[in-house]
């Protein structure tokens, strides 16, 4: 072989290389995450653990990528383990590096069903007869069967396992999904909308669930911001809006405290709150009172904090 034989060879195996990496090396870390050589016994790592980057996600999940992007999609490592002794049988096992805690429970809320069998894994996670997901620390982990329909519950959660130690402790879930953890929020209905909460622009981000306080039923949402007079802009274009569409509007400041009533054009009725760097309030309420008064158990576990 000549010298410029040579040299297109060793240019042909290093461009082959890269492009089998879709992904900076810089984040190679988290192909530790996924355990090597099995997940769990028995489950053999088939090939290698392949990573996806933000320019490069659609290659993977082309119909789903662009909902992970507003949650700060950073990083994927995936990886397929296949059955001992039985190759078409496999679980693909992805792990998502998102930017923060809570933007790693915002796209697991987007997957997780209200009626969904809970799993003791991770911050929070949820298990059927074909997937497991959870969340911990920053983290998004979707384990799904692969050439079958459904694998032993107990195989899932074995891997779940497997991976989870491998991941950072976390510190459970979000405090803003704690602040919602109260009498007549419905389990399973929280979720994290990264971008527009309820459609409004001005209510930049925020988290929704639905409840029933004594027999009425609303939805709940909470709007965190960054500072106490963000807080209080939300509340002033929320105000706004809702004078501008035309609709009854009483708005009541006492102690610091300011808090609006009202008719949403596209939601009912609704109460609102500025508590702190939050805007918290309920929307479909038929009874104000009940709207009012899980209101202020939202409020005082954001004071308890």
């Known amino acids: 072989m000549n010298r410029s034989s040579v040299i297109f060879s060793i240019v042909l195996s290093v461009l082959t290389l890269c492009l089998a990496i879709p992904v900076n090396a810089s984040d190679n870390s988290i192909q530790k995450m996924l355990p090597i050589p099995e ?17 490069t996600l659609f290659d993977y999940i082309n119909g789903e990528a662009e909902l992970y992007f507003p949650y700060g999609f950073e990083v994927l490592a995936t990886a397929r383990y296949v059955q001992k002794g039985n190759p078409d049988t496999a679980i693909a096992a992805d792990v998502y590096r998102m930017a923060s805690l809570l933007d790693a429970f915002g796209i697991y809320s987007n997957y997780r069903k209200p009626d969904a069998a809970a799993s003791q894994i991770g911050a929070e996670g949820f298990l059927s ?34 991976i989870s130690k491998n991941l950072p402790p976390g510190a459970g879930r979000p405090g803003e999904v704690e602040i919602l953890h109260v ?25 929704v669930a639905d409840a029933n306080l004594e027999g009425e039923k609303m939805q709940v949402f909470l709007v965190p911001e960054d500072s106490k007079e963000a807080a209080r802009r939300a509340f002033d274009q929320y105000h706004a809006y809702l004078k501008g569409s035309g609709k009854d509007v009483q708005a009541t400041e006492t102690g610091g405290r300011i808090s609006m009533q009202a008719v949403d ?30 209101v202020g158990e939202m409020s005082g576990r954001r004071v308890s904090q």
């Open 39 to 55: 997940c769990p016994k028995g489950w053999l790592l088939e090939d290698k653990v392949v990573l996806y980057d933000r320019e």
């Open 183 to 207: 009498p007549g929020v419905l389990p399973g209905t929280v979720r994290y909308i990264a971008r527009s909460l309820l459609g409004y622009a001005f209510l930049r981000r925020g988290l």
């Open 129 to 162: 007869s074909s997937q497991l997901m959870f969340y911990q620390d920053r983290y998004f982990i979707r384990l799904q069967a692969s050439g079958v329909t459904s694998i032993e519950k107990d195989v899932f959660l074995a891997c779940g396992r497997a």
């Open 265 to 294: 054009p596209l939601y009912g009725r609704v109460f609102v709150e500025q508590s702190g760097r939050y805007l918290m309030g309920a929307v479909r309420a038929q009874k104000i009172s009940a709207a009012k008064k899980i």
